[in-house]
């Protein structure tokens, strides 16, 4: 039987055995209540604490800057409404975004316009980038927060967020990254860069799924979305999953650790894919500038529906994705390749493979032919 290849590593990782070996004990025996006053619980609370430490330790923040949540989905929830509803008690009630951001930010936004707020969303280049200069445009003195992600989770494509962030803290406005793709696979310190908050979601560097971090810089308080017991500075109720987040920080110090050396080879291998695949197939193209995450390769197959090529690659054992979201039988176009500027056939025609740390010479070999011959195939299919 043909080995899996899995390239679709910006949907999710397999877990790392770091992790895994991590979290077996609080799978296992050690089950206590991180708040119970007994020695099982200490034990929980311990685990919990040392694993924040290490959190806060690979994002260049402090402790009691990190909070725990459940995905990045809640991350980013959590700061746009938490702090939209902080800022609206100083009267500001104006939002910026960008139109790719992922619908976790794009959609927490939405649903505050029928309480008063306004959102401008920014306009991203044909290459996959969001401008300073654009985003120092929209701000208005009724800004409450800027929420423009770190790496486009379709395109790959890196933000300048350094710079994104100077010009906020210029005009006294919160900015929020979602690095939920960035995390473990780019060097991030958010205190040296000026980010005031940031999302990430272990299971996209080797943790587990249903795992998250919300990093909020000390003195800032956003409305917490979950009301209970005093779990995070009183900030999120919920019993903590301890099994998660340890697994999570030992996810992320084994990635941070080698992240130069797992880039490079990474890289290396996509660009070895992107190229190969480009000289071979007539009508085939990047979409997305170069300058982005290195596993990512978003490609445009004129002529070709993007699904019908995903399920001849299933047959033959790959794993990678259109971006594209299923609605009641009817596929929508990806958003974020309309932002870009793609018709609507042209993001139905276009497929995303992820590579990551386990992705082979051998998986590349394999994708190269196999994606070559079945694009030949539905090319026969469908003449156009
Ligand atoms: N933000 C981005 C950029 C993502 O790619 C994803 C997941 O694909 C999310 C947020 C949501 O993260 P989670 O799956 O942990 O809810």
């Known amino acids: 039987m043909q080995k899996l290849v899995y390239a679709d590593n910006a949907a999710t990782t397999p877990l790392?055995?770091?992790?895994?070996?991590?979290?077996?004990?609080?799978?296992?025996?050690?089950?206590?209540?991180?708040?119970?006053?007994?020695?099982?619980?200490?034990?929980?609370?311990?685990?919990?604490?040392?694993?924040?430490?290490?959190?806060?330790?690979?994002?260049?923040?402090?402790?009691?800057?990190?909070?725990?949540?459940?995905?990045?989905?809640?991350?980013?929830?959590?700061?746009?409404?938490?702090?939209?509803?902080?800022?609206?008690?100083?009267?500001?009630?104006?939002?910026?975004?960008s139109a790719f951001e992922?619908?976790?930010?794009?959609?927490?936004?939405?649903?505050?316009?029928?309480?008063?707020?306004?959102?401008?969303?920014?306009?991203?280049?044909?290459?996959?980038?969001?401008?300073?200069?654009?985003?120092?445009?929209?701000?208005?003195?009724?800004?409450?927060?800027?929420?423009?992600?770190?790496?486009?989770?379709?395109?790959?494509?890196?933000?300048?967020?350094?710079?994104?962030?100077?010009v906020c803290r210029k005009h006294g406005v919160l900015f929020h990254?979602?690095?939920?793709?960035?995390?473990?696979?780019?060097?991030?310190?958010?205190?040296?860069?000026?980010?005031?908050?940031?999302?990430?979601s272990a299971h996209k560097f080797?943790?587990?799924?249903?795992?998250?971090?919300?990093?909020?810089?000390?003195?800032?308080?956003?409305?917490?979305?979950?009301?209970?017991?005093?779990?995070?500075?009183?900030?999120?109720?919920?019993?903590?999953?301890?099994?998660?987040?340890?697994g999570m920080a030992a996810a992320l110090q084994e990635r941070t650790a080698s992240l130069q050396a797992d880039a490079a080879r990474i890289r290396t291998l996509r660009d070895r894919l992107e190229a190969g695949?480009?000289?071979?197939?007539?009508?085939?193209?990047?979409?997305?500038?170069?300058?982005?995450l290195p596993g990512h390769l978003n490609l445009l197959f004129k002529g070709i529906e993007g699904e019908s090529l995903l399920l001849l690659l299933d047959r033959e054992g790959i794993c990678a994705s259109s971006g594209s979201a299923c609605t009641a039988g009817s596929t929508d176009p990806s958003h974020v390749l309309l932002a870009i500027g793609l018709t609507r056939e042209q993001a139905r025609s276009s497929v995303r493979f992820s590579l990551g740390v386990e992705t082979t010479d051998a998986d590349v070999e394999r994708m190269l032919q196999v994606v070559t011959d079945a694009v030949k195939r539905l090319r026969n299919f469908q003449p156009f």
């Open 277 to 292: 695949l480009c000289s071979a197939i007539p009508d085939c193209r990047r979409n997305g500038g170069a300058e982005r």
């Open 102 to 166: 992922h619908h976790a930010v794009l959609h927490a936004c939405k649903a505050l316009e029928p309480y008063g707020f306004s959102v401008t969303c920014l306009p991203v280049s044909t290459t996959g980038f969001i401008t300073p200069e654009a985003l120092e445009a929209a701000l208005t003195p009724d800004t409450a927060l800027v929420s423009i992600m770190t790496a486009n989770n379709e395109l790959g494509t890196v933000q300048p967020v350094s710079e994104l962030a100077a």
């Open 16 to 97: 790392s055995a770091a992790a895994r070996k991590a979290m077996l004990p609080w799978l296992e025996n050690a089950f206590g209540n991180p708040s119970a006053l007994y020695a099982p619980g200490h034990a929980a609370r311990k685990a919990v604490e040392q694993a924040r430490d290490a959190i806060a330790d690979c994002l260049g923040c402090s402790s009691e800057e990190i909070y725990f949540t459940s995905c990045g989905t809640e991350s980013d929830n959590w700061a746009v409404k938490g702090m939209a509803l902080q800022q609206a008690k100083i009267g500001k009630k104006h939002l910026v975004t």
């Open 177 to 200: 990254t979602d690095a939920v793709q960035a995390v473990g696979h780019l060097p991030l310190s958010v205190h040296r860069q000026g980010i005031d908050l940031l999302s990430l």
């Open 206 to 246: 080797g943790g587990p799924k249903g795992t998250g971090v919300l990093y909020v810089r000390r003195g800032l308080h956003p409305v917490p979305l979950l009301d209970g017991g005093a779990q995070e500075q009183g900030s999120r109720g919920g019993t903590e999953n301890v099994a998660g987040i340890v």
